[in-house]
T-cell receptor
């Protein structure tokens, strides 16, 4: 499968614990995005990387959230001191380099986080 | 700030009925517009997109959408739905020089045989 992959698919944690999610984009895609989706809502943008540079960040991304893409390939999203309000589906997407015709973002299956 | 409104949260149709899902966005500049679909248990996938040119765009599975700039709308249509179209549909906009997508809240479509 050459699509976007995310790991783990499900994570249950207790309030106050730290969690880390991983995203592997489509191999030739240099752009990577994180979104969060809660029940009954569309995905909300969290952050965007072009290669290893984090170029856009939402105000939703509090100081408990940090994302990295150290070598411009896979990315991690860490949430420190989780709260029940962090329970959501965390989606990763990737897209090809600028200039590619009709850029679209390809989404992964998501990581469902439940904070107890 | 950019936003997207999807007017119908739940739509129930019988097979062969026609479908139109509304989408309005708020942004005055150049936009790229998308419709994504999420089938039960699957991840988001692109149905169709508008970047420029002909405002009537055709996507996969017989779907089409019309960009009406004066109305800030990008409604999704299908002349005859099938049971397999049961899914959640999301409208999204990209603009303002940003790379992020702004999504609407989604419309859950149920098609009854």
């Amino acid at each position: 499968d050459t699509g976007v992959s995310q790991d783990p698919r499900h994570k249950i944690t207790k309030r106050g614990q730290n969690v880390t999610f991983r995203c592997d984009p489509i191999s030739e895609h240099n752009r990577l995005y994180w979104y969060r989706q809660t029940l009954g809502q569309g995905p909300e943008f969290l952050t965007y990387f072009q290669n290893e540079a984090q170029l856009e960040k939402s105000r939703l991304l509090s100081d408990r959230f940090s994302a990295e893409r150290p070598k411009g390939s896979f990315s991690t999203l860490e949430i420190q001191r989780t709260e029940q309000g962090d329970s959501a589906m965390y989606l990763c997407a990737s897209s090809p380099p600028s200039g590619a015709p009709y850029n679209e973002q390809f989404f992964g299956p998501g990581t469902r986080l439940t904070v107890l | 700030a950019q936003s997207v409104s999807q007017h119908n949260h739940h739509v129930i149709l019988s097979e062969a009925a026609s479908l139109e899902l509304g989408c309005n966005y708020s942004y005055g500049g150049t936009v790229n517009l998308f419709w994504y679909v999420q089938y039960p248990g699957q991840h988001l996938q692109l149905l169709l997109k508008y970047f420029s040119g002909d405002p009537l765009v055709k996507g996969i599975k017989g779907f089409e959408a019309e960009f009406i700039k004066s109305k800030f709308s990008f409604n999704l249509r299908k002349p005859s739905v099938q049971w397999s179209d049961t899914a959640e549909y999301f409208c999204a906009v990209k603009g303002g020089g940003y790379n992020k997508l702004i999504f609407g809240a989604g419309t859950r479509l149920a098609v009854h045989p």
